[in-house]
Nanobody
Framework: QVQLVESGGGLVQAGGSLRLSCAAS????????MSWFRQAPGKEREFVAA??????STYYADSVKGRFTISGDNAKVYLQMNSLKPEDTAVYYC????????????????????WGQGTQVTVSS
């Protein structure tokens, strides 16, 4: 069993930045696809970004491309969010998939095996 713990959420004004972190209970990232998802009130959980741990390939949703950057270091995955917009307001989740990397990588929440508890990001206008 792998536990994922997110941190770094908060309240920020539009145009601001936040950095989210995701820490795993054990160092297993090398065999996983690590991703960030988000879920706004009344909406479905949506894919944000993914990273292939071996090789460092990344993939982004069109809505965040050019503004968000996913990266990893040791047993942590990060999501740097710049130029934030009110529509980025959501609970952000870290997730790990054993499905393997393909192009595009898994983007359906059902393809992910482990989830964090989520961290709230609120962007005020």
């Amino acid at each position: 069993q792998v536990q994922l713990v997110e941190s770094g959420g908060g309240l920020v004004q539009a145009g601001g930045s936040l950095r989210l972190s995701c820490a795993a209970s054990r160092r297993t990232f090398s065999s996983y696809v690590m991703s960030w998802f988000r879920q706004a009130p009344g909406k479905e959980r949506e894919f944000v970004a993914a990273i292939r741990w071996s090789g460092g390939s990344t993939y982004y949703a069109d809505s965040v491309k050019g503004r968000f950057t996913i990266s990893g270091d040791n047993a942590k995955v990060y999501l740097q969010m710049n130029s934030l917009k009110p529509e980025d307001t959501a609970v952000y989740y870290c997730a790990a998939s054993l499905s393997g990397w393909h192009s595009p990588p898994p983007r359906n929440p059902h393809e992910y095996n482990y989830w964090g508890q989520g961290t709230q990001v609120t962007v005020s206008s």
